[in-house]
């Protein structure tokens, strides 16, 4: 069995960077090298401030970088040393030709393997680590094959993560599973053997899986596919949940308690976001289009419509219950990364939600304790498949904040998008004197829960997902400033 003692990474993004040093740390004679074109993000991985934020990642870069993990720039020299080769770059949803807006762009993918095929020599082992679709594998293999000198052979596997951003490093270091797709042969076997040795360092054997690479490739979208199929699913329930008086939380226990059902990825929210969810499913839809399975694609695309209604919803909640309109409004947007716990914006519900409002003319607010100001207005500038933007709108419209009591202040409403743990912990009643009345509060991640009966009492209107809250006493109080608000017809401003 081939022996690894040196594995280089292309790509230091969320995946590939703690991945690779929960691996350094777990295996002190392996030396891992992360590589990037990105200079300023190597830059940052050697510093003091990483490029992105997950709790429990600076300690392990800095239990082991200089000693046997480094981060450079030097792509071809890395892939020249390394006997496994990680590729973990990005595989974005196409925007233009075939498949737009749902197929995946492998153009990263095919640069990696047309580069590894170009600098290496000897044996190595290839791994995708990148979410990729089925057989895309098959495309590097067939790269390498035309490309193999008589002194060069080649092993492709598929390793896909399965960490969730937020809870990466406990994931890495405490993984439900581990899998690994190869081939077949002999030669594909002890390349499937090699990997696993290096998991084997902390990961028990029994959780590491090993299937063909076709499997593997497609576990990976199947595995994401269902975990957004079930928050969609309670999702729809919510609505239901808002006609009827009934409450979503509880009707999520209610069938949690279920054995075949259980508790996880229950929790009803403005909609999942992230770099996978949205993107694989897609994919799936795609594939099961290409391969003639219009109904099975069709059954999966109704898991992103959902997904797209439930945004939707509630931006139209907000609007109606502000008197029917947000023109020149100022709204207190708190929460832009996808989740707590990680920066990562990508797919961020507080995206449509900002773009739904600020279509109808809203002054946003934004405040966010990890997103850096510079990325919201990215997100909210940059084109989609379907529109572009207007960035001086958006600019006129938008002002990101860093403290969370300036963004409330002189507001109309509270708008709350990720579920910072620090957003149930503020001074409601400093923020409440400081909004216009009435003052409303939209929850869309159902944590001030426990917060509903003392909002009220102060004077808050609180809205929230998949309830309806009884309003008990009147929405202002004597001596608070109050405004006149006549419904008006929407206006909207084009982005």
Same mark, same amino acid.
């Given at each position: 069995?081939?022996?690894?003692?040196?594995?280089?990474?292309?790509?230091?993004?969320?995946?590939?960077?703690?991945?690779?040093?929960?691996?350094?740390?777990?295996?002190?004679?392996?030396?891992?090298?992360?590589?990037?074109?990105?200079?300023?993000?190597?830059?940052?991985?050697?510093?003091?401030?990483?490029?992105?934020?997950?709790?429990?990642?600076?300690?392990?870069?800095?239990?082991?970088?200089?000693?046997?993990?480094?981060?450079?720039?030097?792509?071809?020299?890395?892939?020249?040393?390394?006997?496994?080769?990680?590729?973990?770059?990005?595989?974005?949803?196409?925007?233009?030709?075939?498949?737009?807006?749902?197929?995946?762009?492998?153009?990263?993918?095919?640069?990696?393997?047309?580069?590894?095929?170009?600098?290496?020599?000897?044996?190595?082992?290839?791994?995708?680590?990148?979410?990729?679709?089925?057989?895309?594998?098959?495309?590097?293999?067939?790269?390498?094959?035309?490309?193999?000198?008589?002194?060069?052979?080649?092993?492709?596997?598929?390793?896909?993560?399965?960490?969730?951003?937020?809870?990466?490093?406990?994931?890495?270091?405490?993984?439900?599973?581990?899998?690994?797709?190869?081939?077949?042969?002999?030669?594909?076997?002890?390349?499937?053997?090699?990997?696993?040795?290096?998991?084997?360092?902390?990961?028990?054997?029994?959780?590491?899986?090993?299937?063909?690479?076709?499997?593997?490739?497609?576990?990976?979208?199947?595995?994401?596919?269902?975990?957004?199929? /079930?928050? =969609? #699913?309670?999702?729809? *329930? $919510?609505?239901?949940?808002?006609?009827? @008086? !009934?409450?979503?939380?509880?009707?999520?226990?209610?069938?949690?308690?279920?054995?075949?059902?259980?508790?996880?990825?229950?929790?009803?929210?403005?909609?999942?976001?992230?770099?996978?969810?949205?993107?694989?499913?897609?994919?799936?839809?795609?594939?099961?289009?290409?391969?003639?399975?219009?109904?099975?694609?069709?059954?999966?695309?109704?898991?992103?419509?959902?997904?797209?209604?439930?945004?939707?919803?509630?931006?139209?909640?907000?609007?109606?219950?502000?008197?029917?309109?947000?023109?020149?409004?100022?709204?207190?947007?708190?929460?832009?990364?996808?989740?707590?716990?990680?920066?990562?914006? /990508?797919? =961020? #519900?507080?995206?449509? *939600? $900002?773009?739904?409002?600020?279509?109808? @003319? !809203?002054?946003?607010?934004?405040?966010?304790?990890?997103?850096?100001?510079?990325?919201?207005?990215?997100?909210?500038?940059?084109?989609?498949?379907?529109?572009?933007?207007?960035?001086?709108?958006?600019?006129?419209?938008?002002?990101?904040?860093?403290?969370?009591?300036?963004?409330?202040?002189?507001?109309?409403?509270?708008?709350?998008?990720?579920?910072?743990?620090?957003?149930?912990?503020?001074?409601?009643?400093?923020?409440?004197?400081?909004?216009?009345?009435?003052?409303?509060?939209?929850?869309?991640?159902?944590?001030?829960?426990?917060?509903?009966?003392?909002?009220?009492?102060?004077?808050?209107?609180?809205?929230?997902?998949?309830?309806?809250?009884?309003?008990?006493?009147?929405?202002?109080?004597?001596?608070?400033?109050?405004?006149?608000?006549?419904?008006?017809?929407?206006?909207?401003?084009?982005?």
């Amino acid at each position: 069995m081939m022996e690894v003692r040196r594995i280089c990474c292309i790509g230091a993004g969320y995946v590939g960077g703690p991945t690779c040093s929960v691996i350094a740390q777990m295996c002190p004679e392996v030396t891992v090298t992360v590589v990037d074109v990105n200079e300023d993000r190597i830059r940052a991985w050697n510093s003091d401030s990483l490029p992105i934020f997950e709790l429990g990642l600076q300690e392990v870069v800095d239990s082991c970088r200089g000693v046997n993990l480094f981060f450079s720039t030097d792509i071809d020299e890395a892939i020249k040393n390394a006997d496994l080769v990680f590729i973990s770059v990005n595989t974005p949803t196409k925007t233009f030709g075939i498949g737009k807006g749902r197929a995946a762009d492998l153009k990263y993918i095919e640069a990696c393997a047309r580069r590894i095929a170009d600098v290496s020599s000897g044996c190595k082992i290839v791994v995708e680590k990148s979410t990729v679709p089925v057989r895309a594998a098959e495309s590097i293999r067939r790269i390498f094959n035309a490309n193999t000198k008589s002194s060069l052979s080649f092993q492709v596997l598929s390793n896909p993560e399965f960490l969730a951003e937020g809870t990466a490093i406990i994931d890495l270091k405490n993984p439900d599973r581990v899998l690994i797709g190869g081939d077949e042969t002999p030669e594909g076997q002890h390349a499937i053997q090699a990997l696993r040795s290096i998991y084997e360092h902390w990961v028990p054997k029994n959780k590491i899986i090993t299937t063909n690479t076709w499997s593997s490739e497609l576990s990976k979208l199947a595995a994401n596919a269902f975990l957004a199929q /079930r928050i =969609s #699913s309670i999702n729809s *329930i $919510s609505a239901l949940c808002e006609v009827t @008086g !009934a409450d979503v939380e509880e009707v999520a226990h209610a069938i949690g308690t279920d054995q075949r059902i259980g508790s996880r990825f229950l929790k009803a929210s403005v909609g999942f976001g992230g770099s996978c969810f949205q993107k694989d499913v897609l994919n799936l839809v795609y594939l099961c289009e290409a391969l003639n399975l219009p109904e099975v694609a069709r059954y999966w695309q109704q898991v992103i419509e959902i997904n797209d209604y439930q945004r939707k919803r509630f931006s139209s909640r907000i609007i109606n219950c502000l008197f029917n309109t947000v023109t020149d409004k100022k709204i207190a947007l708190l929460g832009f990364a996808f989740k707590k716990n990680t920066g990562d914006t /990508r797919e =961020s #519900s507080s995206i449509y *939600i $900002s773009r739904y409002l600020l279509e109808e @003319g !809203a002054c946003l607010h934004i405040y966010d304790p990890k997103v850096k100001a510079e990325q919201i207005m990215q997100d909210l500038t940059k084109p989609t498949p379907s529109e572009r933007h207007d960035t001086a709108t958006v600019s006129r419209l938008v002002t990101i904040v860093t403290d969370p009591y300036k963004a409330c202040e002189n507001a109309h409403a509270i708008v709350i998008c990720t579920e910072w743990d620090m957003f149930t912990e503020l001074d409601y009643e400093r923020i409440h004197k400081a909004m216009l009345k009435p003052a409303f509060i939209f929850d869309g991640r159902r944590i001030l829960d426990s917060l509903h009966d003392q909002l009220q009492h102060i004077g808050f209107q609180v809205e929230t997902i998949g309830k309806r809250v009884n309003q008990r006493i009147p929405f202002t109080t004597s001596g608070d400033r109050s405004e006149m608000d006549q419904p008006q017809p929407l206006k909207k401003n084009k982005l």
